[in-house]
């Protein structure tokens, strides 16, 4: 099983509806979870950490459910510029490593 | 402030030559990380720094790859000899703390790696 695994998509959404990705992990011990986001040809940016009581930003909202091992991020009212690549990334407990990445969900809203 | 600093931003080498690649990360930031970037992939950490002192190479193939971090700022990434699978992109990052959760890693705009 991989550590980090998302599906790749890409996920079609037409602008203003509501979209949803997974993400699960395999390491237990992970003790800290965040998305980034990545435009095409671009470097991954903190987009939003994720906490145990899950959290939300504007219309961004990020779950963590350790007991089935997987995060979450829905994103509503999607605009045009939401078209990204969405990582994943874990740390494991103890952050001797760096994080783990997934490969990324692609994400493409339509007008 | 300035975010982290890469060249070159593109290099085409054929196989068995060798390459170099340097980063700056952001001033102040005492970790610094290395990561590869295959097209269609995550980010893979190759190698972390803590100041000049190496953190984590578990990943790094140490046959051909090498990092240095001697002044604990500047960096330099090699590869030598390349191979046609190093084609991808080289991606170096700094955080403030030694612990990525605990602060946000800051990305470069990477050097893309193209091996013939």
């Known amino acids: 099983r991989k550590e980090v695994e998302q599906d790749p998509g890409p996920f079609n959404v037409p602008e203003g509806a509501t979209v949803a990705f997974n993400c699960t992990y395999s390491?237990?011990?992970?003790?800290?979870f965040f998305w980034y986001r990545q435009d095409c040809r671009k470097e991954p940016k903190l987009l939003m950490s994720v906490y145990s009581s899950g959290n939300e930003d504007g219309r961004f909202t990020a779950q963590l459910n350790r007991a089935s091992q997987y995060i979450s991020l829905l994103i509503r009212d999607s605009k045009l510029s939401d078209s990204a690549t969405y990582l994943c990334v874990v740390l494991a407990r103890g952050g001797a490593d760096g994080l783990t990445f997934g490969k990324g969900t692609h994400l493409i809203i339509q007008p | 402030e300035a975010g982290v600093a890469q060249s070159p931003r593109y290099k085409i080498i054929e196989k068995r030559q060798s390459v170099a690649f340097w980063c700056n990360p952001i001033?102040?930031?005492?970790?610094l990380y290395w990561y590869q970037q295959i097209l269609g992939q995550g980010p893979k950490l190759l190698i972390q720094?803590?100041?000049?002192?190496?953190?984590?190479d578990s990943q790094l193939p140490k046959d051909r790859f090498s990092a240095e971090r001697l002044k604990g700022v500047d960096s330099t990434l090699k590869i030598q000899p390349a191979k046609l699978e190093d084609s991808a992109v080289y991606l170096c990052?700094?955080?403030?703390?030694?612990?990525?959760?605990?602060?946000?890693?800051?990305f470069g705009a990477g050097s893309r790696l193209t091996v013939l």
């Open positions: 390491n237990s011990a992970s003790q800290s």
């Open positions: 990052a700094s955080s403030l703390e030694r612990i990525p959760g605990a602060n946000v890693l800051t």
């Open positions: 001033s102040g930031h005492a970790t």
């Open positions: 720094f803590q100041n000049n002192g190496v953190v984590d």
